[in-house]
């Protein structure tokens, strides 16, 4: 099974794009009147990004963390100034590949998990070189 390959992009924030927003919501019965006259911009990147200096984005190749709601194509935010946690989803570069997994975290023990049953975990050794590069904060999907 073909895991995912990660492309980094570094947010620019150069060029800030400021979108409307919704204020009040998105109603899923009838819209008020009074919504027409309200407006609020926001950027997506100031949304999303907490740290400039250590967040990224990778889009996502492969099917190993459908389960968790990463398909292919999806847009990480990924921030390298967390600190890992056991549950978390993280990159990670092992033995010079970068791959998107869930933390196991036991006793003397690590394991790189996948959220499909197609994939098996990964036991991380000694042996093996493990950087845990950073925490995935947001999924940007394509509809």
């Not at 794009?17 to 926001?42: M, N, T, Y």
């Not at 093996?128 to 904060?137: K, Q, S, Y």
């Amino acid at each position: 099974m073909k895991d995912q390959k990660l492309v980094f992009f570094q947010p620019s924030q150069e060029k800030l794009k400021r979108l409307h927003l919704a204020q009040e919501g998105v109603s899923a019965g009838f819209p008020s009147p009074a919504d027409d006259f309200k407006e609020l911009r926001i950027s997506i990147d100031q949304e999303v990004v907490r740290n400039e200096e250590a967040t990224f984005y990778a889009r996502v190749s492969g099917e190993s963390m459908q389960g968790a709601g990463l398909d292919d194509g999806d847009l990480l935010v990924i921030d390298r100034s967390l600190e890992p946690q056991d549950n978390k989803i993280a990159v990670c570069f092992i033995d010079g590949s970068f791959t998107v997994k869930r933390l196991k975290v036991k006793v003397n023990c690590l394991y790189l998990m996948p959220e499909n049953k197609k994939y098996k975990p990964i036991k991380v050794s000694e042996e093996d070189r493990l950087v845990i590069w950073g925490i995935v904060t947001y999924v940007v999907k394509k509809v």
